[in-house]
């Protein structure tokens, strides 16, 4: 597949970049190149090979949802130095 600089600018433009004209004829032959590898995919016989519904084997396990009673906000607290008016009280770290 040919692909002329016409193409390239139109390429370049959509990925917002700008090309030297020497960079339009190097990113034209590499960009044959790649086309005309994938095109080698075209020609594979795919008739026996099944889909995959997954590329991996990783199978999730979920837990039971076991509903547990909270903690008291006493308890809670407890582990704190500073408490006022139910809350935890910290230092100011914005001014």
């Known amino acids: 597949m040919h692909i002329d600089n016409t193409t390239i600018r139109y390429i370049a433009n959509l990925a917002m970049i700008e090309l030297l004209p020497e960079e339009e004829e190097k990113y034209s032959k590499a960009l044959e190149q790649i086309l005309s590898y994938t095109e ?11 889909a995959l519904p997954t590329i ?4 999730n396990r979920f837990r039971e949802d076991i509903v547990i009673p909270p903690m008291s906000r006493e308890l809670l607290l407890s582990n704190s130095k500073n408490v006022e008016s139910g809350m935890f009280c910290i230092p100011k770290v914005v001014e």
């Open 40 to 50: 080698i995919l075209n020609d594979l016989d795919l008739e026996k090979v099944t």
């Open 56 to 59: 991996s084997s990783a199978v």
